[in-house]
């Protein structure tokens, strides 16, 4: 099976940083685009940042110019910098990728299970 894990979250001062990774394990032939996402308490998941397998990126219009994504796909693994952390971007933060298991067969989405990120003085 496909597993991603999610690291690096945690508490971080009004204006910090923070740098999450998402590394994708287990039976993994190919992976296309990967993003990440974003659910605060009592709200809808959204879309923070994607990448896709030529390294173009896409952001959330209130992440620009502070979040950055990125890939290593030696690795299988997607980054995001995220700096000048604000108080209302606490939330769980997931990871998630299209991925071929084996080459020739289907393309799945597959979620990590999040990493907390707590922005708060």
């Known amino acids: 099976q496909v597993q991603l894990v999610e690291s690096g979250g945690g508490l971080v001062q009004p204006g910090g940083s923070l740098r999450l990774s998402c590394a994708a394990s287990?039976?993994?032939?190919?992976?296309?685009?990967m993003g990440w996402y974003r659910q605060a308490p009592g709200k809808q998941r959204m879309l923070v940042a994607t990448?896709?397998?030529?390294?173009?990126?896409n952001y959330a219009d209130s992440v620009k110019c502070r979040f950055t994504i990125s890939r290593d796909n030696a690795k299988n693994t997607v980054y995001l910098q995220m700096n000048s952390l604000k108080p209302y971007e606490t939330a769980d933060y997931y990871c998630?990728?299209?991925?071929?298991?084996?080459?020739?067969?289907?393309?799945?989405?597959?979620w990590g299970q999040g990493t907390e990120v707590t922005v708060a003085s």
């Open positions: 998630d990728a299209d991925i071929a298991p084996i080459l020739g067969t289907g393309i799945y989405i597959y």
């Open positions: 287990g039976r993994v032939s190919r992976i296309y685009a």
């Open positions: 990448i896709n397998s030529g390294g173009s990126t």
